[in-house]
Every structure is written in C-alpha cells, then in structure tokens.
C-alpha cells in the first residue's frame, strides 16, 4: 500500500487525501467496518449525525487506536450536522441547536473535539445563517478544528460572506467524471475553499444497485457502466487496477480528497492505494469531456437522500 498524502485546510489542519466514508453503514456495522478500515491504514472517518453510526464509528475508532498505538491526532474524524428541514416536518436547526448537535456527536463519538465539522445540506436561508453562526462559535470553542459545508452553490456561499461571515474550509460535494461542476469548482478554487468529493464510484455499474440505495442514476447510466468496453474498465486494465482505483485517482489527481465505502476487505485496500500509479494527460483529457451535469446521489429538500 502506498503512503498516503495529505491536504492543507487551514494553517494547521490538514486533511488525508482518502478518507472512509460511512453513508449507509448501519451503527453494529460501523463498529466493525471503521476498525478494518483503520487497520487497512484509513486515517480518516467520515460520518455524519443523519448516518445514525456516530456510536458505532466512535467505537471503532478507539479500539482501532488502541489495536495500532495510535494517538487522536492520528485519525482525521468528520462529521456533519443535520440542520433539519421544515418542508418535511423537521425542525430546523438554530444557532444553540447547532451547538448543542455537535456536543451529542461528541459524545456519541466520546472526543472532545472533531477534526472537520460540516452543515450536511443548504435548506432555508434563515436558517444557513444561523447554523454557521453556530460552527463558527464551535470552532472558537476548540470543538470543531475546522469547519465547512456540504452541497452548497455559490450562492449558497456567497451568502454567508454577505452577512459578513467567514468562508467555509471546504465544500463536500458529488464529484466524480460524471459531475464534475467545472464552475462551482472553480469558484471553490478563488475563495480558497476545498472540493472534498462524494460518490465517487457512481460510474460503476455495482454502484447503489442494493435494495434501500435508490440514486437518481438512469437507465443510460446504469447500462455504461456495465458495458465490457466502458472507459473505467478499459483503463482500469491499462494500468492493472481496478475500475474503483480509476476514478479514485481522477479525484486525488484533481487535488480532491475521496471517500470510498466498501466492507470488502480487499476492496477496501485497493481503495487507498491510490499512489502507486497515475493517470496520463491523455487520458485525464478524456475524461474532461465526460461531465454530464448534476449528479445523481443528492437532491436537495430530500432529506432521505444524506449522502
């Protein structure tokens, strides 16, 4: 396995290039999965409070830490607020809820603090301004080393600095060959936030195919990736990986850190060793002209989809 890097966030919080994603890994899961992950050399976790694992994951990681003598500042741990959306009967997160969210994740993972913390989704607009209100007094606290959002636009953020708040560390966002948000990313790029990149592997024909893992992925889609000539395979056998480490390595040769999920134990290896190869300027070009737009993992206002 190659030595993993890593990427600077803030002066001094810097955030590995492959993390452990943990959407739709159940809690009794979670406290198994985490524990291989690490041991497989994962040095970040990321879940979120509307995964419904922090337990598990919190477990895992301390049994994990004590399995390989490793420190807190060792494992880079996200987690995410779920800020609550009226339109479907929730109640939406303020300011001291947003505090008091991050205190339970706290205790749920039983750390005093977390490495990254991040709104998960943009739903009211009066209520963005508080919940960052509320990250950014966490991070003043010492609870949240940095702070960021998810699945925000430019207007989304451009509101923020309107009301005269500082700007998100990152932005985690679908990105893969097939959503690859060229503006967005380039805007992220000027304001000196960082792209952190979700769903990576949606081009796989094996992706969310599992009863319960509904995305808004097309038939066209679908039939792609299952093809013997798609593109990933075809590189995938040029440079003797797998199709998975393909578009891993898109993300990492992009400057985005990637969260793969996979509770195969071999997969779960050849998911970080991303470091041993690199794809060649011809083939990068190639997939530049693969974007098909929005994604397919995230709707926002469905909070059933917290990916």
Request: glycine share 8%; hydrophobic share 40%; charged share 20%.
């Amino acid at each position: 396995m190659s030595t993993q890097q890593t990427k600077q966030l803030t002066d001094s919080v810097h955030i590995p290039m492959v993390g452990f994603g943990t959407y739709l890994i159940s809690n009794d899961d979670a406290a198994v999965a985490v524990q291989k992950a690490i041991n497989a050399g994962y040095r970040h976790i990321d879940t979120a409070e509307g995964y419904s694992n922090e337990v598990g994951v919190g477990k895992a990681i301390h049994a994990a830490m004590n399995e390989n003598n490793l420190k807190r500042e060792d494992i880079f741990v996200t987690t995410k607020l779920w800020p609550g959306n009226p339109v479907w009967g929730q109640t939406a997160k303020t300011t001291e809820t947003t505090i008091d969210s991050l205190n339970q994740s706290l205790e749920n993972l039983q750390f005093d603090c977390v490495d990254l913390y991040l709104i998960h989704a943009p739903y009211l607009a009066e209520d963005r301004l508080k919940q960052w209100r509320g990250l950014v007094d966490l991070q003043q606290q010492g609870k949240a080393k940095a702070i960021g959002v998810s699945n925000f636009n430019k207007n989304h953020i451009e509101e923020l600095k309107a009301a005269g708040l500082p700007v998100p560390a990152v932005n985690q966002i679908e990105l893969h060959p097939w959503s690859q948000k060229p503006e967005l990313v380039s805007y992220l790029a000027d304001e000196g936030i960082s792209p952190i990149a979700y769903s990576s592997l949606a081009p796989l024909s094996t992706w969310r195919t599992a009863p319960g893992q509904d995305s808004r992925k097309s038939a066209e889609m679908q039939a792609d990736g299952e093809r013997g000539d798609a593109p990933f395979k075809v590189m995938a056998q040029k440079y003797g990986v797998s199709e998975a480490q393909v578009l891993l390595r898109w993300g990492v040769q992009m400057g985005y850190p990637v969260l793969p999920k996979s509770m195969n134990p071999t997969r779960m290896a050849q998911n970080i060793d991303l470091f041993s190869f690199s794809i060649d300027d011809e083939e990068m070009a190639r997939i530049a002209s693969m974007d098909r737009g929005d994604g397919v993992a995230w709707a926002i206002g469905d909070p059933t989809k917290v990916a």
